[in-house]
């Protein structure tokens, strides 16, 4: 499932989140750029606001997570610039994979 699809600069990137078209990322107040998707039942929604850089260079933000009984997880990674601009973002789904720690 790819969650975005970026173009450099732009504050018109739109989503597909599970085939569905999302729209627009919003500018937040904070510089931040924010978008809202379907809540499900079980989210734990985390407020994040973007900390100034003070140098040129990229900030990777990633997340997984993962079920074992149902052997599905996903990925998510969001990539911005020093000024906070978003540069790229995917979100995959993973299924089938198993794992054991004994």
Not at 7 to 29: A, L, T, Y
Not at 60 to 71: E, I, L, M, T
Not at 87 to 92: I, R, Y
């Amino acid at each position: 499932m790819v969650l975005d699809h970026f173009r450099k600069n732009s504050s018109s990137v739109s989503e597909n989140f599970d085939g569905k078209e999302f729209g627009p990322f919003q500018d937040g107040e904070n510089g931040v750029r924010s978008k809202n998707f379907p809540s499900h039942a079980n989210d734990n929604t985390v407020e994040a606001e973007w900390i100034e850089q003070y140098e040129p260079n990229l900030k990777c933000n990633f997340d997984v997570a993962w079920d074992a009984q149902r052997g599905v997880g996903g990925v998510g990674v969001v990539i911005r610039n020093d000024q906070g601009d978003l540069l790229a973002a995917m979100a995959k789904k993973c299924e089938g994979l198993r794992l054991d720690l004994t």
